[in-house]
C-alpha cells in the first residue's frame, strides 16, 4: 500500500472523530457521565418552569423512540416534527435518532402550501406537533400513519380540535416498551430540514449521524464550551443555528440549555440571570431590541454569538462577541472568530481550521486583502458536509464542482488585516430577520395568480429585519384596480408570513440589464430603508 498522501491523511483524522459515534451514543454516555444533572430547563411563557435531568431526558427520549417503533418507525423511516421550541421538539428529535429515523423538523411559520410539499418531498410516515398545528399537519400530510400532539403550544394551554384523531404525547411517555438496539452506524441517516435556494421551492438538506456527531465537537471547540456552560435558547430549533450551534453542543459539552419558546426582550434578562446563562447564539434583531432597554449588572454572560463581532455589545455588556459563517449544508462554522483575538467590527472571522475555504475573484483566483469574492467549501459529504438534497439528486449534483468545492453562493470581502466579512448573497436571496427567502419562490406564487404579466422581488433595507419582500408588477391583461390587494391576499394564503411581500408597485415596465434580464439592484436603489 502506497504511502497515504497529507490530504488523506487529514480526511482520515476527520474520520476518526466519528468513528464508533451516533447520536444515541452520545446521549447514552452524557446520561452515564452526568446522570442528575440538569440538562434541559424549560421556561415556557405560561405555566411553570421545569428541569429534566441528563437521566430524565434519556428516560423520556428511551419512552418515546418505544413508542414510536410501535407504531412501527424503523431505520430510514421520516417523521415530521413541526413543534415551535418545547421540551417535546427536544425528545422527538431524539427519540428519531434513538431509532435510527430521520427526524424533519419543519419552520411553524409555513402554511398550508409549505406543509404539503414538505410532508410529500420527505415521504413522511408520521407527525409530531402541538394542538395549534394539528389541523395543518393532518390535513397537509395525509400520508401519515399516526398523528401526535402535545397538551400545549409551547407551553401554552390548549385543545385539540375535535375533529382531528390524535394521540397525546404526554401518555406516551409511561410504561413504554424499550425499542430494539440497533448498531451504531455514524452514516444513517439523521435529519432534514428545508431550507431556502434560488428554485422556487426549497431543498431538503439531510445530514447523516457524523454530520452531527462531527459538528456538536467542532462547535465546542470553536466557541471553548464545558460542562460549565450554560446556554440561553429562544432560536428557532427548526434551524441549524439553534439546532447544532446550541442544542447539539451543549450535548457534547455536558452543559446545560435553558429553552424558551422563542425571543422575548421583556422575558429574556429575567432568564438569563434567574439560570446564570454563560453563553447565547443570537441575531442582530435580537441584539437590537436588548440593547434597547436596561441591562442588568448582575448576569453570568462570557461571550454572545451573533454571527458577526460586535464591540458595542461588548461595552455594554462585559462580554466577549465574534463572529461566524456556516449554513445547514456545513453543519458547524466555516468561518469563526477567535475568543482571544475576535477581529474587526462586524466580521466573521477566519477559515476555521476543519474545513478548505476558497475566496475567488470572477476569474476563480484568490482574492487579497481589500477584495470581495465568491465564498466556496470543501469538506466531507456525510461528514463536515450535508450528504445530499434528499429526493433532488439534480441539485445535489449542481451545488458542488468536479473538485468537490460546494458553491455557497454568498460572497465574502477581506479587510486589510486578512478578517473575514460577510458581503451579500450573490444568489437571489433575502435576508428577513433570521430567515433565508428565495425571491423566486415569492415570484412564482405571484404569477400563479394570473394577475401579473411579469415580476421581480427585492429586497428592502429595514431598521431591525434587515430586509424585507417588495414587489415590482407589471399587470396582465384585465388584472383589474384591485391587484395589489388581490397579489397581497395570495401570498398570504401560500407563503409564510415572513415572505409575503411588505408593498407592491405596479410598473409599466422593469429596468433592464445585458440578455434582458431584470436589473433587480435598480429596482433596490428605488426603494428606500424602513427607519421605524
Known sequence: ???MGLLDRIDSGKWAMVEGRDVPWVLRRRVERYGDKPFVIWEPFEGDRKVWSYADFGRDVEALAGRLHERGVGIGDRVLVHLDNSPEFLISWFACARLGAVAVSTNTRSVARDMEYFAEHAGVVGAITSPGFASLVRDSAPMTRFLIVTSSDAGTPKDVPGDVAHESFDSLLTDAPKAPERPVDPMADLGIQFTSGTTSRPKAVLWTHANVVWGMQINCAHMRLTDHDITQIFLPLFHTNAQSYSMLSTLWSGG????????????F???AVRNKATWTSIIPFCVKALLAGEIPDD???????PAVRLPDVEERLGVSTFGWWGMTETITQGIVGDPDEPGAPLSVGRPSAEYEISVRRPDGTQIGPGESGELFIR???GVTLFKEYAGNPEATAAAFDDDGWFATGDSIIMNDDGDLIFGDRLKDMLKVGAENVAASEIEAVIMATGLAHECAVVAQKHYMLDEVPVAFVIPAAGAGDDLTDRIIDACKRDLADFKVPRSVFVVDDMPRSTLEKIAKNELRARLEPITD
Open 1 to 3: 500500500m502506497g504511502e
Open 256 to 267: 446545560t440549555m435553558v429553552i424558551q419558546p422563542r425571543f422575548s426582550a421583556s422575558r
Open 269 to 271: 434578562w429575567d432568564v
Open 299 to 305: 448576569h453570568s454572560f462570557r461571550f454572545w454569538g
Open 379 to 381: 469538506g466531507i459529504r
